[in-house]
């Protein structure tokens, strides 16, 4: 970032540390803050640093929320006997823009992966074994249809299964590989229609 001053420079680099954004797309936002009026930028300062502070997990569902339960967990017209175990809590936000489900969730915060040194103990597992004794009567195992998220399910049926609680995957209208999170709500509410039993 030698062609800049350090200011710039510094949140050039800044913009760069986000997912998906290059040298080029960071310049462009660093002097787009450059062109913000105070209030503006005050605003974007207030929105970061309210993320790092107001945000947590659910104390039931492990989602991200600003209360100690989020809003679905709280929310008593929602099916407490079905849990739908997703990655993270975008996923939870692309199902709910599907329309289809009215269960709860339960963010298990990424999947097994060993060679990422992920074991089951590093995810919320044991919170999600933890809620099933209070009458739940199904979990639909909604991990990303690759390697590491099918490992996930069926690690988790085998924890479940024994319960005697019913365990089912979706099935995928996504091709291999896709990321749920960008799935459109029509695919992912037949793929909820189409979950078998493990
Ligand atoms: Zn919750």
Not at 92 to 102: F, G, P, Q, T
Not at 155 to 160: A, D, P, R, T
Request: proline share 4%; glycine share 10%.
């Amino acid at each position: 970032m030698a062609d800049y001053i350090y200011p710039v420079a510094r949140l050039i680099d800044c913009f760069r540390r986000l997912p998906g954004v290059g040298s080029k797309s960071a310049a462009r936002m660093a002097f787009g803050v450059l062109e913000m009026s105070d209030e503006e930028a005050e605003e974007f300062r207030a929105a970061i640093k309210g993320v790092k502070e107001d945000v947590h997990r659910c104390s039931v569902c492990c989602n991200l929320c600003d209360g100690d339960k989020c809003a679905i967990c709280s929310d008593t017209s929602r099916d407490g006997s079905v849990i739908c175990v997703v990655e993270d809590s975008r996923t939870v936000a692309a199902l709910e823009r599907s329309n289809e489900y009215n269960g709860t969730y339960h963010v298990l915060g990424g999947v097994i992966s060993p060679m990422n040194g992920i074991t089951p103990d590093r995810l919320n597992v044991k919170e999600l074994i933890g809620r099933l004794s209070g009458g739940v009567k199904e979990v639909i195992i909604a991990t990303n249809p690759n390697i590491e998220g099918e490992t996930t399910a069926v690690y988790l049926s085998k924890l479940i299964r024994p319960l005697g609680i019913k365990v089912t995957r979706l099935a995928y209208g996504v091709p291999v590989g896709a990321d749920l999170e960008f799935a459109d709500s029509e695919t992912l509410a037949r793929a909820l229609e189409g979950r078998r039993e493990f």
